[in-house]
């Protein structure tokens, strides 16, 4: 069986953490920072599955599958809230959708 190694595992997920990180950041498209916490969500599963692989156990496929349907769950209601705030401001800037009122 061939092996990867731990190490580029977690510094492919670290890598791409921070980059869903600092998209998140830079971004104002609401639905870019939506796939910013995507890309992030699927940071943290590969890291659990880089872990379990290492540890010969199953609880990081386990977290992985938690974490895939929390992100399902969050992309309906993120979308479903940004077709609510485009409908109503016509726009998807996030420092739009900041100054409203009411």
């Known amino acids: 069986m061939n ?7 977690l510094l492919l997920a670290g890598i791409l953490f921070v980059l869903g990180l600092l998209s998140m ?23 659990f599955i880089v872990a379990s692989s290492r540890w010969g156990s199953a609880d990081g496929q386990v977290m992985f599958m938690f974490i895939l349907a929390m992100a399902a769950a969050e992309v309906s209601v993120g979308l479903a809230l940004i077709l609510q705030l ?10 739009e959708a900041s100054r409203m009122r009411g």
């Open 3 to 9: 092996m990867h190694p731990t190490n580029a595992g």
């Open 25 to 47: 950041l830079i971004r104002r498209n609401l639905i870019f920072m939506l796939l910013s916490v995507e890309i992030m969500l699927n940071a943290a599963g590969l890291a």
């Open 86 to 95: 485009y409908h109503q401001l016509k726009t998807l800037d996030s420092d």
